[in-house]
């Protein structure tokens, strides 16, 4: 691999030279977006296996004019003119490509390919036995705001799935202090249609979803064990929250409206200040006054997430809200958030912009 000045300093020097893989999705767009105004990176590579040999105009019109390269192959890469790695490829297909890369190429997977860090829950999920059990040990889950070191020591780096971060953000701090009981948990969640890919499926044709609203996965998805891990390790306990997520006829954003039992003696309020206080020095993560409750409209194409809380009528319970961008904070942002992190760069580095309105 050849060198660069860069990681550990954002001074001089050369650019990162980094390759998308899976450039002709939806998050892999969002990468090449959100990297076109990264002052520390030249993007040196795109594929896509069906549109091979195209340039990125072709399957992006808005992505035309800026010098971009063109579409090829994995098979037709040349590893050794990449310093990093963005892997936006299908579920089930990353392992085996992040495990035969070469051993100096750091890596964001945005496949759930290795979100799990037990093998074997990973197999009863997904239906086949995990295909790089040795490189999972070496794997860093990257919510960021939680695993600022794992990340930064890393060379693969997991990046949580879009419900997954929406939900994680306003529990785990409330976990951490006790101030909820891990048991009950509801977690009522709406993503954008493009949070289900690019793919052609009748599903995802506009007359299947305008003007309508449904509920998909339900009591089995597969972000369920996802969650659910992250949880347990911050209560210290196994926990199984409630799950369900739905298709809203919008492009983008996601909104997890969560329904939680507050710990004896502790208020709403005191909910909103833990978050407040947890969050008052990350650039990225915002709660709401008390009275307020935030929209997705507030954090589109941004990499922000913002956190409401409000009390419930009933007894000791409370109602969260919480909404981010399915395709930044909840895949591509998180992903350069965490190469900065990894790579000794600004955290907030070309992916600062505010949020899109209307």
């Given at each position: 691999m050849a060198s660069?000045?860069?990681p550990g300093?954002?001074?001089g020097g050369s650019k990162i030279r980094v390759g998308i893989l899976g450039a002709s999705g939806y998050t892999g767009a969002e990468l090449?977006?959100?990297l076109l105004r990264h002052p520390n990176v030249e993007i040196a590579a795109l594929t896509a296996e069906r549109q091979a040999g195209k340039p990125m105009?072709?399957?992006f019109p808005h992505l035309g004019g800026y010098g971009l390269p063109d579409?090829?192959?994995i098979d037709d890469l040349k590893w050794d003119n990449l310093d990093f790695i963005f892997c936006a490829l299908p579920h089930g297909t990353t392992q085996e490509v992040i495990a035969g890369l070469p051993s100096g190429l750091k890596v964001v997977d945005l496949s759930a390919d290795f979100r799990l860090s037990d093998p074997a829950e990973y197999a009863t999920w997904y239906g086949h036995a995990h295909r790089?059990?040795?490189?999972?040990k070496e794997v860093a889950y990257g919510l960021t705001e939680f695993n600022r070191q794992g990340v930064r020591k890393a060379r693969v780096v997991a990046n949580p799935g879009c419900y997954p971060t929406c939900s994680l953000l306003p529990l785990l701090p409330l976990l951490l202090e006790n101030q909820i009981e891990p048991g009950g948990i509801i977690i009522d969640a709406k993503s954008g249609?493009?949070?289900a890919g690019r793919d052609a499926k009748q599903a995802n044709l506009f007359t299947e979803v305008s003007e309508g609203f449904n509920a998909y996965g339900v009591g089995h998805h597969r972000h369920m064990p996802e969650i659910e891990q992250e949880l347990r390790l911050a209560a210290g306990r196994p926990i199984t929250v409630s799950f369900t997520p739905h298709l809203v006829p919008m492009n983008r954003g996601m909104m997890a409206t969560i329904y939680v039992r507050m710990a004896e003696g502790v208020t709403a309020d005191d909910l909103r200040a833990t978050l407040a206080a947890r969050y008052a020095d990350e650039p990225f993560v915002g709660v709401t006054p008390a009275g307020v409750v935030p929209a997705t409209r507030h954090v589109r194409?941004?990499?922000h997430n913002l956190i409401g809380v409000v009390a419930d009528r009933a007894p000791r319970s409370a109602i969260i809200v919480s909404v981010i961008d399915n395709l930044v904070k909840g895949a591509s942002g998180q992903a350069i958030q965490n190469m900065n992190v990894m790579m000794g760069l600004g955290e907030t580095t070309g992916i600062d912009q505010a949020p899109l309105f209307p």
């Open positions: 660069t000045s860069i300093s954002t001074s090449v977006r959100m105009a072709e399957v579409l090829v192959k790089a059990v040795d490189l999972q249609v493009s949070g194409a941004s990499n």
